[in-house]
């Protein structure tokens, strides 16, 4: 059976039927479209409870990026949602672990393996050291980050120092599987962003907390993906594209 971890990312009619929901059903809700249209050279913070769209819009910005031949990764905790990433970009969308992202990223940088204090715990103050010793600097990149509470907020700035020229971070304040989690602050001064954008939780959401505390799913009405049409009318494809509003 699909996890609700996977059905909360589209909609889903039965295990070979997942698709992304369409810019239509994206623009029924002015924050979502806000940060749909972002420009790509931007970054963006967005914070919201679960099933509130955060990794629905992940993927979308992610499919957009690659569409207009940026560089891109999105770095998801989800194994499950990793696959699932996979199978509704077509392969197109780099998805990682920051554990994969950070081993190839800081090898590739200094040509030697990140130092670690512990297994899967990166000694950060040594990583800084050398890479500032040998001067790297962002190349341009955009990488975004799904459920950004679960990492460490050193890894974001890495990303913000070392890694990317842009960086679009999804994240909830009140759901964390990691005891390295980080706040919305953390990651706000971590990366550099400005205040976030504050997804609500949708009337279904919030009757199904109330049902099952530990649900996280989210149903959308089904619709038929057309990536093609949207990369032609849809005014997200610019670069020029109005700012998100950033709500405190």
């Not at 990026?65 to 996979?86: C, E, K, P, Q």
């Not at 509470?149 to 759901?175: G, H, I, S």
């Amino acid at each position: 059976m699909l996890s609700s971890a996977v059905r909360s990312v589209g909609v889903c009619h039965s295990e070979d039927d997942v698709r992304l929901p369409t810019y239509e059903e994206i623009a029924r809700d002015d924050e979502q479209l806000e940060v749909y249209e972002t420009p790509f050279d931007e970054s963006v913070f967005v914070v919201g409870p679960p099933g509130s769209g955060k990794t629905v819009l992940a993927i979308h910005r992610a499919q957009m990026l690659a569409f207009a031949d940026i560089r891109v990764v999105l770095i998801n905790y989800n194994r499950m949602l990793r696959r699932l990433i996979a199978q509704l970009t077509e392969q197109q969308i780099q998805a990682r672990t920051m554990h994969q992202f950070v081993s190839a990223c800081y090898r590739a940088q200094v040509n030697t393996l990140a130092p670690n204090t512990a297994p899967y715990v990166y000694d950060w103050n040594a990583m800084f050291a050398t890479l500032e010793r040998r001067g790297v600097t962002p190349n341009p990149t955009h990488v975004i980050v799904d459920e950004g509470q679960d990492l460490p907020k050193e890894f974001f700035r890495y990303l913000r120092n070392f890694v990317a020229t842009a960086v679009t971070v999804f994240a909830d304040e009140d759901q964390a599987l990691s005891d390295k989690r980080s706040t919305p602050r953390d990651i706000k001064e971590a990366a550099r962003l400005d205040d976030p954008v504050y997804f609500a939780p949708t009337i279904a959401t919030r009757l199904r907390s109330r049902a099952s505390p530990n649900s996280f799913t989210r149903e959308m009405p089904p619709s038929p993906r057309c990536v093609a049409r949207r990369r032609v009318n849809c005014p997200a494809w610019s670069c020029t594209a109005r700012t998100v509003r950033r709500r405190v």
